[in-house]
């Protein structure tokens, strides 16, 4: 029955159970709902009477090595320093290519996302800063400057088609904008004794990356292996977060084709038409040769058309939607909450996040955008009003994972985790209710007054 299905070019049994998943996990509120799904789930285990488990998970020993040199550490720091690289490498991609061709490409189009991003960083770190100056808290001042791209798009997602794109795009340039000034932050704020040494292979391993675009090597495994066996190995052994290394790297991915659209128009279509003459009906695909080889040469054809760049973002995005932001928010969200709750939420480090993210971000974005478009720098978008920017600016102050990441880096172990974690939960819960529940009045602001201009024409 198989060889029949396969020989008739039947569409196979799986399919069907397979592409709903697919088309889920590429939807951009997929990772907003995995990653409230993985928190649950976390904050559920750590409070459960299996809480011992969920410590045995998190510090689970796992070891990576090839022969002599080996690497044994805790689960949760794989997962922090290593999944969470791959996270940034997806990052570093999106800001590239947003620097080359999207809303950062022109200073025009950047200074309003880049202003909103700046007021929405600066805002929250002086309210933090208000609550927390001169105690063990004040490390803390990077956690709720960072926007969850992931969480805000899922959000601004359920609320369907009425949202204007442009609204979708300014989100999507202030979060990326936002998350470059959280990588610098990592970088210069929050890096360890360095070892210069170990720092310095990394800069040679950066510039056979650099040299590979340079020479026009396409092939991912050669980025693959300078990238994680050369540079982010590195980064790890010297002191400086090596997601950093997964945002430098993302840098010397080669963005150009190496086909112009009408040399690919030409060849394809030569292609096709070989493809039609050596297909035969009556000839099972497998056994046809020519019709493989001319298949596997429009395959390759297809790939010179595109850039690395592009292909490693399409197919690394849904395994950090689906697997790593999950697995980053099961590892870390699961704070043990003791005692009142409400009390935690009164100690200063967490009403220092509360006040950034709920308060900081909404106003230092609105008032930011205001100020750039009141200098004459840039002009509103025509589908865009204040209302828009003021429910975008509550969106961002969704910090969740970047926050929670940034968290781990100032308190880890210390007795200021639990109150920063539980802040970083209520604040994005929060913010993003708010900012949902702002962009939906508008929304439905909008559409009442659509239906009242149609019956009064």
Avoid: C
């Avoid at 991609?93 to 080359?100: G, P």
């Avoid at 969480?151 to 204007?164: A, D, E, H, N």
């Avoid at 990238?227 to 090596?242: D, E, K, N, Q």
């Avoid at 595109?306 to 973002?313: A, F, H, I, N, V």
């Amino acid at each position: 029955m198989l060889r029949s299905i396969e020989d008739r070019g039947e569409e196979p049994l799986i399919r069907p159970v397979v592409e709903p998943f697919q088309r889920f996990i590429h939807t951009e509120s997929a990772a907003g709902i995995l990653l409230l799904v993985s928190t649950v789930v976390a904050l559920m285990w750590a409070n459960s009477p299996w809480a011992e488990t969920y410590i045995a998970f998190r510090r689970l020993p796992v070891t990576v090595g090839i022969g002599d040199f080996v690497l044994t550490e805790p689960l949760v720091l794989w997962i922090n320093d290593g999944l969470m690289a791959m996270f940034f490498f997806v990052i570093g991609l999106e800001i590239k290519r947003e620097v080359l061709v999207g809303e950062l490409s022109s200073l025009r189009q950047a200074t309003l996302p880049l202003a909103a991003a700046l007021g929405g960083s600066t805002l929250p770190a002086l309210l933090y800063t208000a609550f927390n100056a001169g105690t063990e808290g004040a490390k803390g001042w990077g956690i709720p400057m960072a926007t969850d791209i992931a969480f805000s798009l899922g959000i601004l997602s359920l609320l369907g088609k009425r949202v204007p794109l442009t609204l979708k795009v300014f989100l999507v340039a202030l979060a990326i904008a936002d998350d470059l000034g959280a990588v610098l932050i990592i970088a210069f704020f929050y890096t360890s004794a360095i070892s210069w040494m170990s720092l310095e292979v990394g800069g040679g391993f950066l510039v056979a990356l650099i040299g590979a675009n340079v020479l026009g090597i396409r092939h991912p495994l050669v980025y693959g292996m300078l990238g994680i066996g050369g540079l982010w190995l590195a980064f790890l052994l010297s002191g400086v977060h090596p997601t950093i290394a997964g945002v430098l790297a993302a840098f010397t991915i080669p963005a150009r084709t190496q086909l112009s659209g009408e040399e690919f128009i030409r060849r394809s279509r030569a292609l096709i038409e070989k493809f039609q003459k050596v297909t035969k009906p009556s000839e099972p695909p497998l056994a046809n040769e020519a019709r493989q080889k001319v298949a596997s040469r429009l395959q390759h054809v297809a790939r010179e058309a595109g850039t690395p760049l592009q292909r490693l973002e399409h197919t690394l995005h849904p395994w950090v939607t689906a697997v790593i932001l999950p697995v980053f928010a099961l590892a870390n969200a699961g704070v043990v909450i003791e005692g009142d709750a409400f009390a935690t939420l009164g100690h200063p480090v967490a009403l220092g996040i509360l006040a950034g993210l709920v308060i900081g971000k909404p106003v230092g974005v609105t008032l930011a955008s205001w100020l750039a478009v009141r200098s004459g720098l840039v002009t509103m978008p025509d589908d865009l009003n204040w209302r828009h920017i003021i429910g975008t600016g509550f969106l961002a102050g969704i910090g969740f994972t970047m926050s929670l990441f940034i968290e781990g880096l100032a308190f880890g172990k210390t007795p200021l985790d639990a109150p920063a974690k539980v802040g970083i939960l209520a604040a994005s819960g929060i913010a993003g209710l708010i900012g949902w529940l702002f962009l939906k009045r508008i929304r439905q602001t909008q559409s009442s007054g659509s239906s009242q201009s149609g019956k009064t024409g």
